[in-house]
């Protein structure tokens, strides 16, 4: 049901609840940033029974979490600050640049969001050992698909964290999300690209979700990854390599450039 949720709420495949968009011209519908809530998303989706316009992560997710709510789905929203869109279905998330520095978007196939928001809902897994129920990992926004369809999840989170990523639904991907390389190659005239930078603490920088108690987050980082360089974070990247996921082991040089800022109050 979680399944079908995540790819009824977005229009592609099945002229789903909402048409995402993240060009700057939303002079054909709603922009993202004035919906308030997902009441009137869904009443004007039944009342008309066409995909409503627009929405972006996090109105496809509040969306999910009203969706999931009202089956009586316990759920709630996460933030991933840095959140890595890895293409290639490996652990390395490629950014090209051209040789005098500057981005070359013809050939970025990966991308990095600043942020991006999906949903976990809570359920007993049936289909797998007891130690993976509690938290899941479902996405609505579409992304890449997933069994042919535009969907996400549900992906342990337990799972996420420990590596195990042999485990129905995406995992892999979701691992990506939190956990990917950010590399930096340069391309050359005849297209030959050199690495030549490897952050390997960028993605996943902080994982947030509402507090219980108040209107500020919760961090839930620690329930998705170990502490970084961790000896438990090594053996999660070798488990994760042992599934297919591909990382960089490269040794660059550092960086001959370093800045210091510096403000008086």
Same mark, same amino acid.
Not at 33 to 61: E, N
Not at 120 to 142: C, H, I, N
């Given at each position: 049901?979680?399944?079908?949720?995540?790819? &009824?709420?977005?229009?592609?495949?099945?002229?789903?609840? &909402?048409?995402?968009?993240?060009? %700057?011209?939303?002079?054909?519908?709603?922009?993202?940033?004035?919906?308030?809530?997902?009441?009137?998303?869904?009443?004007?989706?039944?009342?008309?029974?066409?995909?409503?316009?627009?929405?972006?992560?996090? @109105?496809?997710?509040?969306?999910?979490?009203?969706?999931?709510?009202?089956?009586?789905?316990?759920?709630?929203?996460?933030? %991933?600050?840095?959140?890595?869109?890895?293409?290639?279905?490996? &652990?390395?998330?490629?950014? =090209?640049?051209?040789?005098?520095?500057?981005?070359?978007?013809?050939?970025?196939?990966?991308? =990095?969001?600043?942020?991006?928001?999906?949903?976990?809902?809570?359920?007993?897994? @049936?289909?797998?050992?007891?130690?993976?129920?509690?938290?899941?990992?479902?996405?609505?926004?579409?992304?890449?698909?997933?069994?042919?369809?535009?969907?996400?999840?549900?992906?342990?989170?337990?799972?996420?964290?420990?590596?195990?990523?042999?485990?129905?639904?995406?995992?892999?991907?979701?691992?990506?999300?939190?956990?990917?390389?950010?590399?930096?190659?340069? =391309?050359?005239?005849?297209?030959?690209?050199?690495?030549?930078?490897?952050?390997?603490?960028? @993605?996943?920088?902080?994982?947030?979700?509402?507090?219980?108690?108040?209107?500020?987050?919760?961090?839930?980082?620690?329930?998705?990854?170990?502490?970084?360089?961790?000896?438990?974070?090594?053996?999660?990247?070798? &488990?994760?390599?042992?599934?297919?996921?591909?990382?960089?082991?490269?040794?660059?040089?550092?960086?001959?450039?370093? =800045?210091?800022?510096?403000?008086?109050?």
């Amino acid at each position: 049901m979680v399944r079908s949720a995540s790819a &009824l709420i977005n229009s592609q495949d099945d002229n789903g609840v &909402l048409i995402g968009n993240w060009s %700057n011209d939303f002079s054909m519908g709603t922009p993202p940033t004035t919906w308030t809530g997902s009441a009137k998303i869904l009443l004007q989706y039944h009342s008309t029974g066409a995909p409503v316009s627009f929405a972006q992560c996090w @109105v496809y997710a509040g969306v999910l979490n009203t969706f999931l709510r009202c089956l009586g789905i316990p759920s709630r929203l996460i933030t %991933n600050f840095n959140s890595a869109h890895d293409n290639t279905g490996n &652990l390395k998330t490629e950014l =090209i640049f051209k040789a005098d520095g500057t981005p070359d978007r013809r050939n970025t196939r990966d991308s =990095i969001w600043n942020y991006h928001c999906w949903n976990e809902a809570y359920m007993k897994r @049936v289909d797998l050992p007891p130690k993976y129920s509690g938290w899941q990992v479902v996405d609505a926004t579409p992304q890449e698909t997933s069994d042919g369809y535009f969907r996400c999840g549900p992906a342990p989170v337990i799972a996420i964290k420990n590596g195990e990523l042999c485990h129905p639904f995406d995992c892999s991907f979701v691992f990506a999300e939190v956990n990917s390389d950010l590399i930096h190659m340069k =391309i050359d005239r005849y297209g030959n690209m050199t690495p030549f930078k490897v952050d390997k603490t960028y @993605v996943g920088k902080l994982i947030y979700t509402k507090s219980m108690t108040g209107w500020g987050p919760e961090d839930i980082t620690g329930t998705y990854k170990y502490p970084e360089g961790s000896s438990e974070d090594q053996k999660t990247m070798d &488990l994760a390599e042992q599934y297919g996921c591909s990382r960089d082991h490269s040794d660059y040089p550092t960086s001959k450039l370093s =800045i210091n800022i510096s403000a008086q109050a």
